[in-house]
DNA sequence: GCTTTTTAATTTGCATACCTAATAATTTGG
DNA sequence: CCAAATTATTAGGTATGCAAATTAAAAAGC
């Protein structure tokens, strides 16, 4: 229990982190990803990624657009929609910015041993299936594997 | 990976069941529960308890006060201090209102055999130490153990 | 004792993240 | 061609969160 509370604490540091390291709130460097991984996209569909109402996400992105990290351009194809994608600085952001929280957790793995890392997955696996989280999607900073 | 991933959204769902379900917020759970674990607490000791500037709680504490779960009256040994406690009716939420997320990881713990048990804990252990995440203090979800 | 400093709580002002509902523009189905 | 669905946005609301200013009370210094 110990162990998973910490686990989880540095996760949870990881959104001040950023904040303080790269002048951005978790919400913006989460669409960033969205957009870096997957671009360009809809408002709709960068909305749907992020499990967010297009509402919310209209804020964010006009917020990341002042910065001059992302542009907004209309669809030529359906003009209802609009293009979103990285700029050429938040494709540079992006570069510098990966995902602290998720690289320990990669680097913490990878120390293990086969053996370790089997029994592990296992017991997660138990541990998973008691706690009925199989349908459950994958929260933002674990998006990119 | 995937599992820890499973593990994290279903304790970030968590946030989403109190809401739902009990009409509050995270933060004023967090709070109703630190109330709960030690009280009275001044002001200050709550902010500090839950990582958070005081100014802050005093917003979280006066809508707690206007739902009637929380009571606030000034100390009489100082009285530039407050003296924050559960209400009745506060106490009785508490009571029907568990820690979701960290009662099915418990549940999920006490399922694991006790030499599954003994090798999560070490594969964690060694997870932890390569991610330097020692220092860091619980997070509110497992305050209580 | 009296003044200065410190401490506690609060208020104010600001930015952000959320949501629902309403609106405008556009596409699609019939 | 027109009604219905879709897309983005705006409007209006609540809640977090902070720093800085304010008020009141206690503690410290002299």
Known sequence: MQNLRRIF???ESYSRTVET?????????????????NSPLSL?????????SPSTVVGVIDRLIAK????REPDQADRRRVCLSLSTKGKELLDQAPNPAQDQLIKGLKSLNPGQLKT???SL??????MAADKLEAPF?????
Chains 1, 2 share one sequence.
């Open 9 to 11: 604490k540095a996760v």
């Open 125 to 130: 696996e138990s541990l998973v299936k008691t």
């Open 68 to 71: 001059d990290l992302v542009t």
């Open 120 to 122: 592990l997955s296992l």
């Open 141 to 145: 900073f674990f998006a990119e594997e």
């Open 21 to 37: 390291k790269f002048g951005m709130t978790g919400p913006q460097l989460w669409a960033l990803w969205e957009l870096g991984r």
């Open 44 to 52: 709709k569909d960068l909305a749907a990624s992020m499990h967010l």
